[in-house]
């Protein structure tokens, strides 16, 4: 919040506009021509139209003169009460859902092209995941501030003008408390946004006690320790102070907007209108109706002018988060994606002398590496947690560029094929990976192709699925988490586990990856999942990943990475054979498991 003055609120504001704009027109245009009409009518009603009539009774008219002046503003007031609900409660839902759904494209649009390396950078990966929360909101909201302000305006020209011509003295009136209002305001801000601040770390204490008490993997521990009682008392705590924080700053803004409100009224209804009452009746400057129209006319002024002064913070706020958003919206990839050659379908992965940095990191992570991956091998990268297995991966997969070496596919540098192209050439089994909350048969595509029934049923008998597929009535139509679905199925981790393999055996990709795949199962489950997959991938390679050596002794070549580097690298007999780190590791590890 202290930021919000560094931005170029009008700026981003506009540019919120543009974005409204260029998604529904017609409803921009309307909603101005609604919002300024509607104001201009209501001035009239409320200024002229009194004024008129009493002037009419005055000097004597008749009906049909006070009929002239009323039928139009009649009718302008019916189109004025038709259009309010007719925006607000037809055409607003309606233009939303169109720019709720166009701006959320854009921006998933944006965020499955962002280069992995993005999210690691933390302050962009907190625009990124608010953009993602409440850009939309954001700029219609930026966009209505701004339709109010307009119309405002126009109508506080009209009353200007009125003002000017009849007696410019309420502009002084005007003037004053436009200053008084502008600098009790500013106080009032301040003091909200200092109470904001100082709110901020304690309502995220409290907010952590609520997620523990209803968040599934706490409960446990709830049930079991005494740390309910603790997080109780940490609640009530945090709530008392924030009552305390709340009713001090409370007081004070009570203080000041009651003296902000208090000046106006004093000003208008207290000393101008004694004025007026004065031109009018003891001078004879002019009649009762010119004396309520020019009252009436201050007034609606100094109102406008009140309404836009106090929606200013709401304007800068706003303007913040629109910056968020172009920031967000502006990032480009720094990774090239120039290449153009057709990715073969088979073919050996070389990496040659490679070394990558994290960035902002000081020393390698990978550290002059070099292996020859022939078509169709299956090889294992081991090491300790933190030796750069995955990260070689990443280099692999292309996520980060190294910053010498190569690596190639085939005959050609994999910088010379379309990186979209290229990542399609592996599937990749994640430590990490995700059951969509979707059906069975859509969480093996992965997409709205539908489901090839064949292949389908081979990859989920390769998985060892198929028994439990068959036991679900609606067999691939089953819907996957509870998600959307009360009858939605929770797999255990180790079926999740499988459906994620199958999915992966689905997309027939010329390169396995399984990274860690099995970090939730035990030494022998995983031994087996590794062994499976290396069997059922056939002639594809694979690559396994794995800090438990017993898993993968199967395999044609393991690699043994330690700080960024092979340090020992052969087939599983020929390195115990060798006595280096890697069969002593294996010695440790397998004494834990005897
Ligand atoms: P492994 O897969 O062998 O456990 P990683 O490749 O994940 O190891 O990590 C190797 C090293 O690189 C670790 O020290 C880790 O802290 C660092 N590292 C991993 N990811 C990042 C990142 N995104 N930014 C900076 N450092 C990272």
Known sequence: MSKLKKTRTLSNILFALRWQFRLTPGYVILRFAQSIFGNVVTLFEHTFL?????????????????????????????????????????????????????????????????????????????????????????????????????????????????????????????????????????????????????????????????RVFYLANFVKDIKTGAIADKLKKDFTESSEQMERVAVRHGRMITLLAVLRDGISALAFDGAYLIYLFYQALVKGKYGLGSLLAVYNAANRLSGNIRRVIMMLPRFEEQGLYIEKLRTFLETENTMPDSGTLPVPTQGDLVIEDVTFTYPGNDKPTINGVSMHIKQGEKIALVGFNGAGKSTLIKLILRLYDPDSGTIRLGDNAIGEYPIGDYRQHFGALFQSFEIIAASIGQNLTMNDTPLDKKKADEVIKKAAFWDKLNSLPDGYDTPLTKEFDDNGVNLSGGEAQKIALARVLYADAGVIVLDEPSSALDPIAEYQLNKTVTELAEDKTVIIISHRLSTTRFVDKIYMLEDGRVIEQGNHDSLLAQDGKYAEMFRLQAEKYR
């Open 50 to 210: 009194l004024a008129y009539i009493i002037s009419c009774v005055e000097g004597g008219k008749t009906l049909i003169d006070v009929l002239y002046f009323l039928i139009p503003v009649a009718i302008a007031v019916a189109i004025k009460l038709i259009s309010g609900p007719l925006v607000e409660a037809y055409l607003t839902p309606k233009a939303n859902s169109k720019f709720y759904m166009d701006t959320r494209m854009t921006l998933y649009k944006k965020a499955a092209e962002l280069e992995i390396a993005k999210y690691d950078d933390t302050a962009f990966y907190n625009d990124f995941v608010w953009a993602m929360h409440r850009a939309p909101e954001q700029i219609f909201n930026a966009t209505n501030t701004f339709i109010q302000l307009v119309s405002m305006f126009v109508t506080a020209l009209i009353a200007g003008t009125y003002i000017v011509a009849t007696d410019a003295t309420a502009l002084i009136v005007v003037a004053g408390m436009m200053v008084s209002t502008l600098l009790l305001q500013h106080s009032i801000t301040k003091r909200n946004m200092k109470r904001e601040e100082e709110l901020m770390p304690i309502s995220r204490k409290r907010d952590y006690t609520n």
